[in-house]
């Protein structure tokens, strides 16, 4: 990316970042597909969100928004820096798991052989999509964003903790409700991360050095004349 590109200095920078984090995501929501597919147990903040569907007889998007924008909401409350990819990320991810279940894309494994597979490639998508996401500068996602303040506000208690804290919380909220629980949830829970890191190593790409802009900035660059720099 050209520096101003990467810094969304201009309507022009943001608008198109906006379409290539919206572009990113929706391919995101083909890896949380093929996780899903994979049928040996969902990530676990899809067994929340199969959970939801199950019990309210909703789209699995429709389940995956609400819980996108509570949790949003959340970061609001505790004062997180917001940006306008965060909006993004809520609706495009949770929709597209919604169309490619829509045409089949791919249909549920049956056994080991198949799921392992389905569901590590997922997990690569997944990692080199939060590249292309997280490279527009525009915020990270509503999660992401959670986990920071939450670690942010238990003092002395490691970011690990609360990771795992935060998500065996959601794998079992989503259980009670029927989300499937599985050997693919623990391979998820504990393969994601460094499978995300091995991406990002293969491009070069430091996730620390990317200065997000938040939602407060893009709208003194669209409502300044001459643009207007990040804060």
Not at 183 to 202: E, S, V
Request: charged letters at 10%.
């Amino acid at each position: 990316m050209t520096h101003e590109l990467r810094e969304n200095r201009t309507a022009g920078a943001i608008l198109l970042n906006m379409l290539i984090a919206a572009a990113s995501l929706f391919v995101n929501g083909f890896g949380v597909y093929l996780t899903i597919q994979a049928n040996i147990g969902a990530s676990p903040w899809d067994v929340l969100n199969l959970g939801i569907s199950k019990s309210l007889g909703i789209l699995y998007g429709n389940a995956s928004i609400a819980v996108s924008v509570t949790i949003l909401i959340i970061d609001i409350l505790l004062k997180e820096p917001i940006g306008i990819a965060m909006f993004i990320d809520a609706f495009v991810v949770g929709k597209a798991v919604d169309f490619f279940n829509l045409i089949q894309a791919v249909p549920p494994c049956r056994s080991y052989l198949t799921a392992v597979p389905v569901m590590l490639a997922g997990l690569v998508i997944l990692g080199y999509t939060q590249f292309t996401y997280m490279s527009a500068s525009l915020g990270c996602g509503p999660r992401d964003t959670l986990l920071v303040g939450l670690a942010r506000r238990t003092g002395r208690i490691p970011i690990g903790a609360v990771s795992i804290a935060l998500l065996s919380t959601a794998t079992l909220i989503g259980w009670l409700l029927g989300g499937p629980v599985g050997i693919g949830t623990i391979i998820c829970a504990f393969g994601a991360g460094p499978i995300m890191q091995l991406a990002f190593r293969t491009v070069r790409f430091d996730a620390t050095a990317i200065r997000h802009q938040s939602l407060r900035g893009s709208a003194k660059v669209f409502f300044t004349r001459h643009g207007a720099p990040r804060d």
